[in-house]
């Protein structure tokens, strides 16, 4: 049966696409530019500090998107993430010379994108339906993807010499993404009548309410460990290939450790845009919680390894492996997340979710910085046994039967 899908859906998608191929081919590299600039503990430090800001930036977005229109959040937020990657630009270009600057513009972009994106998730799942919601998933999951393909290629290839035109365009690109959203949007929340004035109060007894949900929480926590092996690829295992990595040429083109990034990346991304679907239909008919679990477990055991490999025979290969991981289990995952979210509480409880990439990034954070005290070795076992937690938390919390709704359409998909 074919699927419909509204123009608000279609408008969030594509804003989606344009957003993620912002941030694929800025945010990443600042990490690795930040690593060449600062001692590598240093870049460490500051990747955690700007988790420790997001994190505060996405408690207060959810709180806003619960108790504002979610429209005009969008609006502030993504105009404030275009003045960060300004304030980039600014430095890049010698007007505000301190390394200090960039720092600032990096932190200005976390922030705004914590600050906006439960908003965004709520607009997004506010205009889904019961019959299109799993598909609507797929559909953001696959354009997520192959936007960061292209955003890592360009990224990749543009980050030695074309950095400050790349972040120009970024700033341009983030600008048209803000208005289109705003023209093409149609939409507007509901916001409880609320006399009580004492907004911090407010705020910390709402996700105090959804902190006491046990099975959210494991849930929550989980999402934030196995996430972290992936988004070590981006703090420890990026900045190790950039000065470990010894150079090849491939048909003419050479590759060093950026760019080696850049092609696992493409890879990953590839896959995703061109296998999703296929792998979606052929694990259909498997017991959907060995997937997620199996799904899982490969993907977390995967990254863990690669941090200690240098040889793009072995980079390659198990990041295909990893992939595979990737795609039977994500797209299930997210579309079994929103069925443990009241409909009352959507912005507070996809904020509170969104803390898991925060606490994800904190955890990769400190990879770096740990990486500058012991060995790959060391950080592959602390990526896979972090990761190897997370997966057991997630499939308990979605899975366990103490745990299950009594909801005999989600049981009935287990």
Not at 86 to 105: E, K, M, P, Y
Request: proline share 2%; glycine share 6%.
């Amino acid at each position: 049966m074919k699927i419909l899908l509204s123009k608000n859906i279609k408008t969030t998608l594509t804003t989606s696409f344009m957003s993620s191929l912002i941030y694929a081919c800025t945010m990443p590299f600042m990490i690795i530019y930040l690593a060449k600039h600062t001692p590598t503990g240093t870049a460490g430090i500051i990747v955690i500090l700007n988790v420790a800001v997001s994190f505060l930036a996405g408690i207060i977005g959810g709180y806003l998107a619960d108790n504002h229109q979610r429209k005009r959040i969008l609006f502030v937020f993504q105009t404030l993430y275009a003045v960060g990657l300004l304030t980039i630009v600014f430095n890049l270009s010698g007007l505000l010379a301190h390394i200090n600057w960039l720092v600032v513009g990096y932190f200005i972009c976390g922030a705004a994108y914590n600050f906006y994106t439960p908003a965004y998730s709520a607009v997004v799942l506010d205009s889904t339906t019961r019959e299109n919601r799993k598909k609507v998933y797929q559909y953001e999951y696959w354009i997520f993807n192959l936007s960061m393909a292209i955003g890592a290629s360009i990224g990749g290839f543009a980050f030695k010499n074309y950095l400050l035109p790349l972040f120009i365009g970024a700033v341009f690109m983030q600008l048209i993404v803000t208005l289109f959203l705003q023209m093409n949007l149609r939409y507007e929340n509901k916001i409880m009548d609320r006399k009580d004035t004492k907004v911090i109060r407010h705020l910390f007894s709402t996700y105090a309410k959804v902190a006491k949900d046990r099975r959210w929480l494991m849930f929550v926590v989980g999402m934030a460990l196995y996430q972290a092996a992936e988004f070590t690829m981006g703090t420890y295992t990026g900045v190790r290939l950039s000065k470990e990595f010894d150079m090849i040429h491939l048909f003419n083109i050479a590759i060093d450790g950026v760019r080696m990034l850049s092609v696992l990346q493409v890879i990953n991304t590839l896959m995703v845009v061109f296998l999703t679907f296929l792998l979606t239909h052929i694990t259909a008919g498997l017991k959907e919680k060995y997937v997620v679990f199996f799904g899982l477990l490969i993907y977390v055991t995967g990254y863990g390894v690669m941090a200690t490999a240098n040889s793009i025979t072995l980079l390659v290969p198990i990041m295909v492996i990893v992939t595979i991981g990737e795609l039977v289990a994500t797209p299930l995952l997210s579309a079994r997340e929103v069925d443990l979210i009241p409909d009352d509480k959507q912005a507070s409880y996809l904020s509170f979710s969104g803390l898991s990439f925060q606490f994800a990034q904190l955890v990769a954070g400190f990879a770096l910085t740990l990486g500058g005290f012991v060995s790959a070795f060391y950080i592959s076992v602390y990526i896979i046994v972090l990761g190897v937690i997370g997966v057991l938390f997630v499939s308990i919390s979605l899975y366990h039967r103490k745990h299950q709704k009594t909801n005999p359409e989600a049981t009935s998909r287990i």
